[in-house]
């Protein structure tokens, strides 16, 4: 066997720089600075290992020597000792289960699912603002549905939606747990929604205004205000506030405006970006909206970013209509159910809702743009004050 136990405490002490074998494999690395590292060389498989101990002074030399010894035995066994303190490091990592560790790993766990990566926060938000801040410490195979009551309680009736999220995250995440090997009980939440009891909440839905009711409306916005042009441009295309208000002028190519993938609501993990067609009325809107483009945006406020969705809200709250922006994609829909022989896909299409499965929009390869387009110039007619006759779409799939 080889020497062991080379060195005295006095000489690892005052070592000079350089390596300085302790025997066995055991070695101290003096630097020039003065700082020494103990280092383990074993071999494993045929392959030499270098395995770091950690710094002298804080590893004297009696605890290196008890710590050769054990890793030494592991490489006896033909096992790598390096790995095997990886695989010890993260059990004791996992040693942590509480619900705001598993969360968190549950949640990095589903990224990729959501939109821009969660960054925004909202899939974590109802869990970070109501339940972690009672129940983050509680370990998960501790978590029941007396703790998720008692947690969804105070919010159940007066904020259902958030409370209906938040019981669907603290599911995802008792699966995510279950998945992990731990002992969890995956039903801990329709327990809770057991005990609870029915919401009374009942959901409403955001007001309207009648499609024949549009035109009236669009008349008052005829001053160029950003406000006006952006209420304006969301009314003709019938697109989302968000997309609306952060249109770029990059993303407008004649009589097209193409929104990037990411930016579609209820389209995650979608590749293909959506395309808008612009009636002559839209690209009229936009023309005038261009003097104040700012930073690439249309819509620009005068912080650097765009306008608040509260921005065209509380104008229409200002002039006392019940109808919200939102309102105006109900507007468009009912128009083309009821004054146009849009089939339904061409319909839904209109509004960027996505229809049929997965398989059958596969086969189905079109956005129904050109459809779309005429669609798009006789709402724009109607909102203009013009007839508004019915559409036919002849040849429309």
Not at 112 to 126: F, I
Not at 133 to 159: C, E, M, N
Not at 212 to 223: G, I
Request: hydrophobic share 40%; aromatic share 6%; glycine share 8%.
């Amino acid at each position: 066997m080889r020497a062991q136990n080379r060195l005295s405490a006095s000489f690892v002490k005052n070592a000079p720089a350089g390596k300085h074998c302790d025997g066995a494999g055991l070695w101290l690395v003096k630097r020039d600075d003065g700082g020494a590292q103990w280092v383990l060389r074993v071999t494993v498989h045929g392959r030499r290992r270098e395995m770091g101990l950690g710094g002298f002074p804080s590893l004297g030399l009696a605890e290196a020597r008890k710590q050769a010894v054990r890793w030494r035995a592991v490489a006896a066994e033909n096992r790598d000792p390096i790995k095997e303190r990886e695989a010890e490091e993260r059990a004791v990592r996992r040693e942590d289960i509480s619900l705001a560790v598993i969360t968190e790993d549950a949640f990095e766990a589903r990224k990729a699912e959501l939109k821009g990566d969660g960054a925004a926060g909202r899939w974590l938000s109802p869990l970070n603002i109501h339940v972690l801040p009672k129940l983050g410490k509680v370990p998960v195979t501790d978590l029941d549905q007396r703790d998720i009551r008692d947690t969804l309680a105070p919010i159940w009736h007066t904020k259902a939606d958030t409370a209906r999220k938040a019981m669907n995250r603290i599911s995802i995440v008792m699966k995510h747990a279950a998945a992990l090997g731990l002992d969890v009980d995956l039903q801990a939440t329709e327990k809770a929604k057991a005990l609870l009891g029915k919401t009374r909440h009942v959901p409403k839905n955001i007001p309207a205004m009648a499609w024949a009711d549009v035109p009236d409306f669009y008349a008052t916005l005829e001053e160029p205000t950003l406000t006006n042009l952006a209420l304006r441009l969301l009314i003709l295309t019938g697109v989302r506030s968000t997309p609306l208000r952060q249109i770029r002028l990059d993303q407008i190519a004649g009589d097209v405006w193409t929104i990037p993938a990411e930016a579609m609501k209820g389209r995650k993990g979608a590749t293909e970006d959506f395309r808008v067609p612009l009636s002559d009325e839209a690209q009229r809107v936009i023309d005038l909206a261009r003097p104040h483009a700012r930073n690439g945006f249309l819509f620009p406020n005068t912080r650097g970013g765009v306008i608040s969705d509260m921005t065209l809200s509380r104008m229409m709250e200002r002039r006392g209509l019940e109808a919200r922006p939102h309102g105006f994609r109900t507007s468009l829909r009912t128009w083309l159910a009821e004054a146009t022989d849009a089939p339904h896909e061409v319909a839904e299409a209109m509004l960027a809702h996505v229809t049929d499965g997965n398989v059958v929009r596969a086969y189905r390869r079109t956005d129904f743009l050109e459809q779309r387009t005429k669609l798009a110039a006789r709402w724009a007619d109607h909102v203009t004050g013009g007839a508004g006759q019915v559409v036919k779409l002849a040849g429309a799939v």
